[in-house]
């Protein structure tokens, strides 16, 4: 058994009884109230999920495991040369809460080495879906095409004991994980590339690998371990993290809640964002003939969106009330590799008129760029202007918090997720409404 594994199965024995005490011995102690605006309102702020893999302050933004995002870029591993830790690494700290050494790393990269073949019958259900389908939507399929390979399945059908549910949850995670680099880079190559794709090379790492399959050198295999780290986890309660986990509460396997767990995410108000904010940007260009606009033709842009009904993209949060750190981290790549670069511009000047707008409108809580606001102007320097693609890249970074996640949720015995609906007239009762 890998040292991951072990350290893993140590972690959730300690575990488990914190899990079970708090519920047998303090399971009636109240965590809040829930308002019929809530109910109705996306239930906004109810705190009705537990996870330990990450946590979403409004003000301060993520901590992954207990890490803000400077912490977790700095303590963790890098390979020498490269400015970015490695995925292999975060994959450990989310999955156990430590940080690895160096050879702790190397196995996971070893691991993930031995796990990376994709079957062929995964290229072909590509090949058979046209050519023009949305990338997220051959990404998702892909990943629920592969569900014959879950060992979890195998193992439930098997009549395996509940408290071992975990182990081939790990292996289906670990699994899923080592090929989604080699999937994604062929979706790119195969849709926007002319068809040539370009093998693996198992010489490298997660992040250098896949650099090495999109046909984009240096520095771009840092730009893709930044990506997959940040755009990881945000705590369990964004549409992406949720689907996933709501489908795996079903105890539907790795592959089906991961391929779901895509397709929240693919929605414009959610990841789909990061492409929508470039669309915008391209609009906006189109325009002004190329030309960056000042700060007063930029106002009139964002008013001329506002005014037509539209959201700004990469702008307002369902939590955060502040900058988004994962925005600001982009931003200082930005400003190390990119300072000069024309849409880099073109953010900067939204970045100065957009909040102001946002709060003189009145409706957004958070007036503040998401991660999604930079995150395409990085891909575009670096020669992938295909903006619809840039939500699978939110993809392969979103499946590991997710899949971190439904280790953990099987190791603890987490439940059916089963809320309770009421109807429009239990409202109005509740409130005291008089028909
Ligand atoms: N532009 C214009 N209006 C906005 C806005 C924005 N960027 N952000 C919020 N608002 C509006 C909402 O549409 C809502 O209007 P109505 O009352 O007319 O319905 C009002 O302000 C209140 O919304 P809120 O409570 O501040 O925000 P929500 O929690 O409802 O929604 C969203 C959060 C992220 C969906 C929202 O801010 C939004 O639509 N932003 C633009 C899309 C975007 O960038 N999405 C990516 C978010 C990060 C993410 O998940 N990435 O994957």
């Given at each position: 058994m890998s040292k991951l594994k072990e350290t893993l199965r140590e972690k959730i024995e300690g575990w488990r009884p914190r899990t079970t005490r708090l519920i047998k011995e303090f399971g009636n102690v109240k965590l809040g109230e829930v308002t019929i605006e809530q109910a109705i309102g996306g239930m906004r702020s109810v705190k009705s999920l537990?996870?330990?893999?990450?946590?979403?302050?409004?003000?301060?933004?993520?901590?992954?495991?207990?890490?803000?995002?400077?912490?977790?870029?700095?303590?963790?591993?890098?390979?020498?040369g490269v400015d970015m830790p490695s995925v292999e690494g975060f994959v450990y700290l989310l999955l156990t809460g430590d940080i690895p050494s160096a050879s702790d790393v190397q196995?996971?990269?070893?691991?993930?080495?031995?796990r990376s073949g994709v079957p062929q019958y995964v290229f072909d259900v590509l090949r058979a879906l046209p050519r023009d389908s949305h990338p997220m939507?051959?990404?998702?399929?892909?990943v629920v095409a592969m569900q014959r390979e879950s060992e979890f399945a195998k193992a439930y059908e098997a009549g395996v004991n509940k408290m071992d549910y975990w182990e081939s949850t790990y292996e289906?995670?670990?699994?899923?994980?080592?090929?989604?680099?080699?999937i994604a880079a062929y979706i790119y190559r195969m849709k926007y590339r002319a068809d040539v794709v370009i093998p693996p090379n198992n010489d490298l790492d997660f992040g250098g690998n896949f650099a090495h399959m999109m046909g984009i050198p240096k520095p771009y295999d840092d730009v893709a371990r930044m990506y997959f780290i940040l755009h990881s986890d945000h705590e369990s309660g964004n549409v992406s993290a949720h689907t996933g986990h709501l489908v795996a509460s079903a105890l539907s396997d790795m592959y089906y809640a991961q391929s779901a767990m895509l397709d929240g995410l693919a929605g414009p108000l959610h990841g789909l964002a990061n492409q929508e904010v470039l669309r915008w940007i391209q609009g906006v260009m189109d325009k002004m003939d190329g030309k960056i606009p000042s700060e007063e033709e930029m106002k009139k842009f964002v008013w001329d969106t506002l005014k037509s009904g539209q959201v700004i993209p990469g702008y307002g949060h369902a939590v955060l009330r502040k900058t988004d750190p994962r925005y600001q981290t982009q931003r200082e790549f930005c400003l190390k590799h990119l300072p000069n670069d024309d849409i880099f511009k073109f953010v900067d000047v939204l970045y100065k008129v957009?909040?102001?707008?946002?709060?003189?409108?009145?409706?957004?809580?958070?007036?503040?760029?998401?991660v999604d606001a930079q995150s395409g102007v990085i891909q575009w320097y670096y020669g992938l202007k295909e903006y619809d693609f840039y939500t699978v890249l939110f993809g392969v970074g979103r499946a590991i918090g997710v899949g971190a996640n439904i280790v953990w949720d099987r190791a603890l015995g987490y439940p059916l997720e089963r809320p309770k609906s009421l109807t429009t007239a239990m409202l109005e009762e509740v409130a005291g409404i008089k028909k």
């Open positions: 537990v996870t330990d893999i990450s946590y979403l302050d409004p003000n301060e933004g993520i901590r992954f495991r207990g890490y803000t995002i400077p912490e977790t870029l700095e303590k963790l591993p890098k390979a020498p196995e996971i990269a070893a691991e993930f080495k031995a939507v051959m990404l998702s399929a892909a289906d995670f670990m699994n899923l994980l080592a090929k989604l680099p080699t957009v909040p102001d707008i946002l709060v003189e409108q009145g409706k957004a809580k958070n007036p503040w760029p998401n």
